[in-house]
């Protein structure tokens, strides 16, 4: 289309609608995309600057994880440790019981087991010295009617071999062979028996007599029950109870009200004098009162203990407070020293007031130690209950002030000597 010239100096009429219509819309110059690109590139951050930064934030993240479960293993770690001391000290305790029915059975096996066991124990397990005694005697007990048994054979095994009973003196020999240690005597038996089995064997007589009727297992168990009568009537208390046990053992069956009824006298006539201990020295060795409750426990299978009964009791309720108080477990032995406290203030020359006195201001040291001040406060006034101590009243008021002022983890313990490190005992609550 041809465009007329106009002249510029005239002013300009605007284009009619035809003259629109057969020009058609005005152009638009597209525009250049890479110049877009780069003029967005230069308004904003690249693409380096943006991985720096999600590079950082993944590392920041997983220091943070990192943190969190080291935190949570320490912290694992700490339950883990009270809650092994806490099974420890259980497992340590439901031994006692368990020696008292060994001792009971006379298994010395495993006995000496549980007392290997204690005897690793860090720190070392209380009542560890009248224990082994226990032991020593129970192994002195096994030893003794062992080696009645094996008497017994000896003297029998030559009789059997002059009768020519051979399967008999067979059977005692085989039996022999299975003790340990070994017996002395055996070989020259062996030997003996040999030399009958290869001698001519020599027919009796038709009109020989029978013989008589071996007891069982070859003891004569009349006899024995009337020796442990003697035996009780002279006093000689643990040689009558080794010879009723050998006759039990042999025969439960044998006059057995009879056998049972010397059992408990005998028992009932070696515990009594072993509660008679006098605990002013020491209260806490409590001497021979183990072994006096392991023998009342014996007698009751056999008959009535009321005389003993309240005596077995209240050493088992002391007893069981000095496990406690030599364990560090100062709650456990204020709450059983309390109940032995209802029944009276002392027990064999042992003052149960002083010693609950002692275990009120060692609970409130171990308070202390944990900078729980209230609570070691309590402990303090309650062991001032009992008898006045300045040095507890000044641990009192010293808790009272730190308490008042609610202090919870100073220093340095007021209450420690100087380069003293604080270690918290068994007994305490988050220990």
Known sequence: M?????????????????EVLQ??????????????????TAGGPGCVIWSLVILM????????????????????????????????LYFVETQYPAIQTDVADLNYELLATRMAFLATRTPGVPQMDVLRATETAVYLNVTATSRSVINQQLTLI????????????????????????????????????????TSPTTTPTPLQAAPTPTPPGGFDLP?????????????????????????????????????????HQVLIAQARPLYNVNLSADPSNPGTLAEAIR?????????????LAYERDIATLYLNAITAIDAGNHDVAIRRLQVILTYQSTYKGADLNRLLFNEYVAYGDAWALEYNWCQAEQQYQQALTLFSDPSVSGKRNNARDLCQQGQTAPTTNPNLPPNETPVAPIGVPGT
């Open 23 to 40: 020009e058609g819309p005005p152009l638009i110059e597209p525009q250049n995309d890479d110049d877009n690109d780069d003029a967005f």
């Open 2 to 18: 041809v465009v007329p010239m106009t002249d510029d100096t005239q002013p300009r009429r605007p284009p009619t609608l035809d």
């Open 158 to 197: 030559p009789q059997n071999l002059a009768e020519g009973d051979r399967p008999q003196a067979e059977q005692r020999l085989a039996f022999l062979a299975t003790q340990t240690p070994g017996v002395a005597e055996l070989p020259a038996l062996q030997a003996t028996a040999t030399a009958y089995r």
């Open 223 to 263: 006899t024995l029950f009337t020796q442990a009568q003697q035996e009780f009537s002279i006093g000689a208390y643990a040689d009558a109870y080794n010879t009723l046990d050998l006759i039990r053992r042999v025969d439960p069956n044998f006059n057995r009200t009879a056998v049972e009824a010397l059992l």
């Open 57 to 88: 934030l993944g590392i920041i993240s997983l220091m943070i994880v990192v943190m969190a479960g080291a935190a949570g293993w320490t912290q694992g770690q700490r339950v883990a440790q009270r809650t092994v001391s806490a099974a420890e």
């Open 295 to 307: 023998l009342t426990d014996l007698a009751e299978q056999y008959g009535s203990i009321d005389d």
